[in-house]
């Protein structure tokens, strides 16, 4: 048994949320995707896996799938421009910049950050901060906003699913050692793009913590799994290698994945509790990954059964939309700050692990 501490240190967020946007695109069901990608049925090699079938393995009806949408960058940056209209800012008055995606449109030397912060007009003072987060990157991204001195951080969020998995390789790959799931890594990742401003403004009740879990995963030993294998296109397994291109696809490791969602969830709500005893009901939502349907509701149902808290508590998208990675749960309180669900002065929360492994959760305010 480790002797480290059982939860990591928090620290204050004095920023709140003065502006929000999101873009995902119209759900496709999930029988017409599966219609067009066609999964090879291992039972039966003349047969592809129906609607029906992928529905029960992952529980999604439907998932946000364009890559005609998301092909280049311009939803993305319109998004962004979104944000910080409704934030009441300038280019000119941001001062900080983090880009937050485990899919960029160009894979080294932060490109991506680089053309957004040029496409929005951001000073040149500002430094491009590209963060290759996956599932918890908002965690990470809040968890660096605390540290940073900045009155104005822009956050901007995406996943380009459909443009990196759409490749065959998704459906027959005996070189990954996770090639005979890697269609569900297809089936259940989802396009998107979320972009929020934070703002000083003289906020204190906010909190923020992050952990890795690598040293220690609660009171036990470090947790050992990336949970997501993606082994290809770096130094270890170069582009034009022998098998790079089949490593460089999205694994899921199935069952550390729902070991680590659970128990980091829980550990997750532990830690709030510990801080804020009555965040439950203080804040108006909260917000967890969307990681699948199965996973989703499994912790949400211990959290209601166990504090007697309504379901409309808990912001759920996942059997519409699929996994929609880092943007997940800012598109959540997008829909619910434009439907008036949560409004000026309400606090929120946002609680995601993710691959790495990495979680954490933080508690803001809606300016």
């Known amino acids: 048994m480790s002797t480290l501490p059982s939860h990591p240190p928090v620290r204050p967020v004095q920023r709140v949320i003065a502006g929000l946007s999101s873009y995902v695109a119209d759900p496709t069901p999930i029988a017409e995707w599966a219609e067009s990608f066609q999964v090879p049925d291992r039972k039966d090699s003349s047969k ?13 009806r439907s998932k946000s799938w364009a890559p005609e ?16 209209a409704n934030a009441q800012l300038s280019a000119r008055q941001i001062d900080a910049v983090l880009i ?16 957004f912060l ?23 991204a809040m968890q660096l906003a605390t540290q940073l001195s900045a009155e104005n951080i822009l956050i901007i969020a ?30 259940l990742f989802s396009d998107g793009a979320s972009a929020v401003v934070l703002r000083k403004n003289g ?12 040293l220690a995963f609660g009171t036990e030993g470090g947790f050992d799994d990336p949970l997501i294998h993606y082994m290809g296109g770096g130094a270890l397994n170069p582009p034009g290698q022998d098998h790079s291109e089949e490593l460089s696809c999205f694994g899921m490791a199935g069952d550390r994945v729902k070991e680590y969602y659970m128990k980091g969830m829980r550990l997750n709500h532990q830690t709030l509790l510990q801080n804020r005893p009555n965040y439950l009901t203080d804040v108006r939502k909260i917000y967890t990954h969307q ?10 149902n211990h959290l209601i059964e166990t504090n007697a808290i309504p379901r409309s508590k808990f ?5 519409t939309y699929g996994n929609l990675v880092a943007t997940s749960t800012l598109k959540l309180l997008h829909d619910d700050m434009t439907s008036g669900v949560a409004r000026t002065g309400d606090e929120i929360c946002i609680s995601v692990v993710g691959a790495g492994p990495e979680r954490g959760a933080f508690i803001t305010r809606i300016a």
């Not at 592809?48 to 999604?60: A, H, I, R, S, T």
């Not at 937050?100 to 053309?115: G, K, R």
């Not at 906020?203 to 690598?214: K, P, Q, V, W």
């Not at 990681?291 to 499994?298: D, I, K, M, R």
């Open 48 to 60: 592809y896996l129906d609607g029906p079938m992928v529905e029960k393995v992952l529980g999604v």
């Open 69 to 84: 949408v998301f092909q280049n960058q311009e939803v993305v940056t319109q998004v962004a421009r979104e944000a910080l």
């Open 100 to 115: 937050v995606t485990c899919s960029p449109y160009q894979v080294l030397l932060d490109q991506d950050a680089f053309y």
């Open 118 to 140: 040029k496409c929005l007009r951001i000073p040149d003072s500002v430094v491009p901060v590209q963060l290759g987060a996956g599932c918890a990157g908002m965690a990470r």
């Open 158 to 187: 995406y996943s380009l699913s459909s443009l990196y998995t759409r490749t065959s390789l998704y459906k027959q790959n005996p070189v990954h050692p996770l090639g005979r799931s890697l269609w569900m890594s297809a089936a």
């Open 203 to 214: 906020y204190r009740g906010g909190l923020a913590f992050y952990s890795r879990d690598s």
């Open 291 to 300: 990681a699948s349907p199965v996973l989703t509701n499994g912790f949400l």
């Open 315 to 319: 912001g759920v998208n996942v059997e």
